[in-house]
């Protein structure tokens, strides 16, 4: 096969996960659905976005199994549509029957994002398999900027179909979906047609140049990754990861409107949004010369100790603790892949993947209702305001959570020397 057809799978799977990215910035959405759909209730409202990001290991589970009957393609298409249609359906929810958005948005979208996100990483694996590190973090860069383009674009959206010049206006939200749904679906459908496999064995001379970037040579089946403890401790490692990450995305606009900064707390998701598709993209290129386990512990440190920060900063200052976050996140979520691919070789990883992502839905349901939680105690509905202070144990949880991964990853990296 050509280069070009290998650049063209490239640039394919750069564009679906341009538009995945519209998940991260669900936070421009939290506060308008929670009051206009859920009667408030953030932990409710910040349940979609959990329920998205558990079905991504669900979705890349069945993606894996799927891909090796009916071909890449034809998942990378079942994905677009079933992701389309979910939130086609989310669109027309109505207040009383709050729990569909859960089922449409949340369980079938987050089910046709993983279809598209472990399946368009893993064949960009295959055509660079030397740089796994650095074409990883192109890809999953793509989902991070992809928050960057979308959130103004999904902002004016909301406030021009809210049409009575409110950002919250349930009927702002709706048709937002609407759109999203037909963007959705076109270009996984353009996408899926370019996303071309190489044949095995492609850049093998490569490889072998570079053994340090490519892992283990030995391809491990599911059935064979999960008889390993490795698998459990990257899996937990994982839940534990994200945690604080998740909480920031998701809550970013309400936690800046809480410190006073109402009119710029676009900011915030743009800060996360921007920062986290630098991270992923930067450190996936760093990890191939450090190594993955290394540069994991050095962006969990980072990330623990920002989010501490955040119980005492004010001012414009936690749009840079923001940044910072977005920007250890996005080098976690661009490393978890190329260290699984590292453990388990490439040949299954859409599959081998899915079972790991499995870590992230864990760890995504874990951050929304802690976050949720703390944001329900801190709002007094009598005022209308949040009290920012009392949202700090959410971020002292996200640090210990972080201090926990550390130590796995410590553990993780030891006994993957000694059974290597």
Not at 38 to 43: L, Q
Not at 71 to 98: D, Y
Not at 251 to 278: D, K, M, Q
């Amino acid at each position: 096969m050509s280069a070009k057809q290998g650049v063209f799978a490239v640039i394919a799977s750069v564009a679906i996960q341009l538009t995945l990215g519209i998940i991260y910035i669900w936070s421009v959405f939290q506060t308008g659905i929670a009051n206009a759909i859920f009667n408030g209730n953030n932990a409710h409202a910040a349940m979609v976005f959990s329920i998205v990001l558990a079905l991504f290991g669900i979705g890349g589970l069945v993606a894996g199994k799927l891909t090796k009957k009916i071909g890449l393609r034809k998942v990378i298409f079942l994905g677009g549509l079933i992701l389309g249609t979910g939130t086609m359906i989310a669109s027309f929810v109505q207040p009383e029957f709050g729990w569909l958005l859960w089922l449409s948005y949340g369980l079938l979208g987050g089910l046709g994002m993983g279809f598209t996100y472990s399946t368009t990483i893993a064949c960009a694996q295959k055509w660079y398999p030397h740089k796994k590190g650095m074409i990883t973090g192109i890809i999953v860069a793509a989902l991070g900027f992809g928050g960057v383009i979308f959130t103004p674009l999904i902002e004016w959206m909301i406030y021009i179909f809210g049409g009575v010049g409110t950002l919250y206006e349930v009927g702002g939200e709706m048709m937002t979906l609407r759109v999203l749904a037909i963007v959705f679906f076109v270009v996984c459908t353009v996408g899926s047609i370019f996303t071309i496999e190489p044949p095995e064995g492609h850049m093998a001379d490569k490889v072998a140049a570079n053994p340090k970037a490519a892992g283990t040579a030995r391809n491990f089946t599911s059935k064979e990754m999960i008889k390993t403890p490795q698998f459990y401790l990257l899996a937990v490692a994982f839940i534990f990861s994200v945690i604080g990450g998740l909480m920031m995305i998701g809550f970013a606009r309400p936690i800046a409107v809480a410190h006073g900064l109402y009119t710029t707390a676009t900011i915030g998701v743009l800060a996360i949004a921007l920062f986290n598709s630098i991270g992923r993209l930067f450190w996936g290129a760093v990890s191939d010369r450090l190594g993955r386990s290394t540069t994991m512990i050095i962006l969990l440190i980072v990330s623990g100790g920002m989010s501490l920060l955040l119980t005492v900063a004010s001012g414009y200052v936690i749009y840079v603790l923001f940044a910072l976050i977005g920007f250890s996140f996005g080098g976690l979520l661009s490393n978890f892949p190329a260290l699984t691919s590292d453990l388990f070789g490439s040949k299954f990883m859409a599959e081998n993947y899915g079972f790991v992502l499995i870590g992230f839905g864990v760890g995504a349901i874990i951050s929304s209702q802690v976050a949720g939680h703390f944001a329900n105690v801190a709002y007094n509905p009598a005022t209308s305001l949040t009290d920012v202070a009392l949202m700090s144990p959410a971020f002292v949880t996200a640090a210990v959570f972080a201090g926990l991964a550390i130590g796995i990853m410590f553990i993780l990296r030891v006994f993957s020397k000694k059974t290597s």
